[in-house]
């Protein structure tokens, strides 16, 4: 049998990241690049696959000629927030075919900066196609999460408080992260539980940031990561998966996607949830979190407001999740993927310093995208 | 502003395999399709059933009666005409043939809403060629 090559995550970057008025969406990108290329200690002429999507199919080439980047391989598939672990995947098995030997994984956005300038509008589907089913009835972004919320709650018995829980457990990790937009501004439950009704039963607490931002990650095989400058951090096991695009088609709306992605990256990795020491996953909205955990096989069905509730996700519990502190109290320019996978990397190589999770060895990565549509997972050891 | 007015850029846009469903909400029918080889029904309509790829499909009218599978109530959105007419009630109905469809529910206060609550089709007149199916709580039968 022949062994396959092992593939490793060698830099990461951020680029500036909150408020961000002063910087395009392309130099955020560029400036994200920048920073993971001189974490490699490569430069761009080191880069030839490039995995990165936007708004519209002219980003790839947009990009690459913004950055004067001539990749031999290209992905700019399109799936929301999980896309940056979906590239992961395919970033290793284009590294293992020989198609490209240094991978750049790049994202960046200023949806805040946007929003502001008034060029960014609220979510509205367009009434065509399937669409034309859903759009008259003004369901929101929010309602859509909020219809998954409800049905939790009905099933479970899962409480406002224990969504709550999540938020301040994410924002109890902002605390102990300068470079967290809630950095200075602890969340209690109670303050939760009084934010601003969006889409009952979700509360502004409940809800994602909207920052600029962008970031970067820097793929190649484990035989070129032994000379360079970083500690690799290896990819040992992915896996995605689709459910829906429009909600009334998602049939039993408590049962994300995460569940059949990541028993394939688990089972790939050859680890189960008990090995994970450091968790991060796409928390557009709380509900998304205690749908994950349930997913990923981290609790039972119905055991995850429960869970968060006891605390296990903050500082010092027993499973640390989203210790950058998340979309919910970090940054979220639109789709975070990539910062999953980023701060997953500094756990692991042990460079998070307060927020540092003890003999991080093992960490898992979920990327949702959409409305709960589609979901992308990432085993990373080290 | 009538209410076609300010829906208008979120009134369906009706194309070929939607014009059935849309010609029978004008005369107060809820159509779905049924697929005639697998025995199951669907909605949104397709041309060929989603579950097996069939094409021996055929319109066949629903009860318009079922149950809440969930709801939201909306309380922000900045986009006209919903921002006018907050807080609303968005939910997703378990019609009784086994398909699920998003509505509005009027006639419904949000402290009467409950997952599993019976619901009936009622049919609101937006325009001409637009008829938009709604629902309302239902006694208990």
Redesign the interface.
């Known amino acids: 049998m022949s062994v396959e090559p092992r593939i490793c995550i060698v830099g990461v970057g951020e680029s500036d990241c909150g408020h961000v008025p002063d910087k395009s969406a392309l130099q955020l990108h560029q400036q994200a690049a920048q920073a993971a290329l001189k974490d490699a200690g490569l430069t761009k002429d080191d880069v030839d696959g490039l995995f990165s999507c936007g708004d519209d199919w002219t980003h790839a080439l947009q990009l690459a000629e913004y950055l004067a980047l001539h990749p031999s391989y290209v992905d700019s598939t399109q799936i929301g927030g999980a896309s940056w672990e979906l590239f992961v995947a395919h970033a290793v098995a284009a590294l293992r075919a020989g198609m490209c030997n240094v991978a750049l994984l790049v994202y960046g956005s200023t949806a805040r900066a946007d929003f502001r300038r008034r060029r960014l509008?609220?979510y509205?589907p367009l009434?065509?196609?399937?669409a034309?089913?859903?759009?008259?009835?003004?369901?929101?972004l929010?309602?859509k999460y909020?219809?998954?919320a409800?049905?939790h709650m009905?099933e479970y018995g899962t409480t406002r408080r224990q969504l709550a829980a999540v938020a301040v457990a994410m924002n109890q990790w902002a605390q102990m992260n300068p470079r967290a937009f809630h950095y200075g501004k602890p969340l209690t439950v109670e303050a939760a539980l009084k934010s601003?009704?969006?889409?009952?039963?979700?509360r502004q607490a409940d809800c994602c940031l909207r920052t600029d931002g962008g970031g970067a990650v820097i793929l190649t095989t484990a035989e070129r990561a032994r000379d360079l400058r970083t500690k690799p951090v290896e990819v040992l096991g992915t896996g995605a998966a689709l459910s829906h695009l429009?909600?009334?088609?998602w049939a039993d709306?408590t049962d994300l996607v995460a569940a059949q992605s990541g028993r394939r990256a688990l089972e790939q990795a050859g680890v189960t949830p008990k090995d994970v020491d450091v968790l991060q996953v796409y928390d557009a909205f709380t509900i998304l979190v205690l749908l994950t955990l349930e997913a990923l096989g981290f609790c039972g069905r119905g055991e995850s407001g429960s869970l968060a509730e006891s605390g296990a996700l903050g500082p010092g519990g027993a499973l640390p999740t989203n210790t950058d502190g998340g979309g919910l109290a970090c940054n979220q320019p639109g789709m975070r993927g990539v910062f999953l996978l980023v701060e997953a990397v500094l756990q692991l190589r042990g460079e998070c310093g307060p927020r540092q999770v003890p003999n991080a060895h093992v960490a898992l990565c979920n990327g949702t995208g959409g409305y709960l549509s589609s979901c992308a997972t990432v085993v990373l050891g080290a | 502003m009538t209410r076609a007015a300010a829906?208008a850029?979120?009134?369906?846009?009706?194309?070929v395999e939607?014009a059935p469903f849309w010609a029978g909400t004008r005369q107060q029918k809820f159509l779905i399709r049924h697929c005639n080889t697998c025995g199951r029904s669907h909605?949104?309509p397709r041309h060929a059933c989603p579950h097996c790829w069939s094409e021996n499909c055929e319109w066949r009218p629903s009860s318009g009666r079922g149950r809440v599978?969930?709801?939201?109530?909306?309380?922000?959105?900045?986009?006209l005409p919903?921002r006018e007419?907050l807080?609303?009630i968005?939910a997703?109905i378990d019609l009784d043939e086994g398909v699920?469809?998003?509505?509005?529910i009027l006639e419904g206060t949000?402290e009467v809403m409950h997952?599993?609550m019976p619901v009936e089709v009622v049919y609101e007149r937006?325009t001409e060629e637009v008829t938009?199916p709604q629902f309302r709580p239902r006694a208990q039968t």
Do not use: C, K, W
């Not at chain 1, 034309?132 to 929101?140: D, I, N, P, R």
């Not at chain 1, 601003?196 to 979700?202: E, H, S, V, Y």
């Open positions: 509008r609220d509205t009434p065509h196609g399937p034309q089913f859903e759009a008259s009835y003004g369901l929101t929010v309602g909020a219809l998954a409800r049905r009905h601003r009704m969006i889409a009952d039963p979700l429009h909600m009334a088609q709306m | 829906l850029n979120h009134l369906p846009v009706i194309d939607s909605f949104y599978y969930s709801y939201t109530v909306v309380h922000h959105n900045e986009v919903f007419m807080p609303y968005v997703l699920r469809v998003t509505a509005n949000p997952v599993g937006i938009l």
